[in-house]
Nanobody, 123 residues
Framework: QVQLVESGGGSVQAGGSLALSCEASVHSGCQYILSWYRQAPGQEREFVSTIVSNGRAIYADSVKGRFTISQDNAKKTLNLQMNSLKPEDTAIYYC?????????????????WGRGTQVTVSS
């Protein structure tokens, strides 16, 4: 009932920039908060950034000051501008939808994940 499609990944040298986008298609009355996560090779998936209901952006300490998250509610798109990239930012970046509202009788799931987009930063 929710499709998430990430785009914008690629390869860049350290210090460079990339912009990621997540387009969300919601086919129910449920409401979701969108977030970015990432998973590096051999590592667990970790939180990167999200925008909470009052519009405040939250970032992992490792990306504060370098990444900027934004959301286009009309287009249901979540964006992540990544600047001053480091080799340790290399990972698959995933978009996640976390449910915060479910109408009575709706069967939407509590969360959905996109398939991810690869970001590679070389030194």
């Amino acid at each position: 009932q929710v499709q998430l499609v990430e785009s914008g990944g690629g390869s860049v040298q350290a210090g460079g920039s990339l912009a990621l986008s997540c387009e969300a298609s919601v086919h129910s009355g449920c409401q979701y908060i969108l977030s970015w996560y990432r998973q590096a090779p051999g590592q667990e998936r970790e939180f990167v950034s999200t925008i909470v209901s009052n519009g405040r952006a939250i970032y992992a300490d490792s990306v504060k000051g370098r990444f900027t998250i934004s959301q286009d509610n009309a287009k249901k798109t979540l964006n992540l501008q990544m600047n001053s990239l480091k080799p340790e930012d290399t990972a698959i970046y995933y978009c996640k939808a976390t449910r915060w509202f479910k109408p009575t009788g709706d069967t939407c799931a509590s969360e959905y994940w996109g398939r991810g987009t690869q970001v590679t930063v070389s030194s």
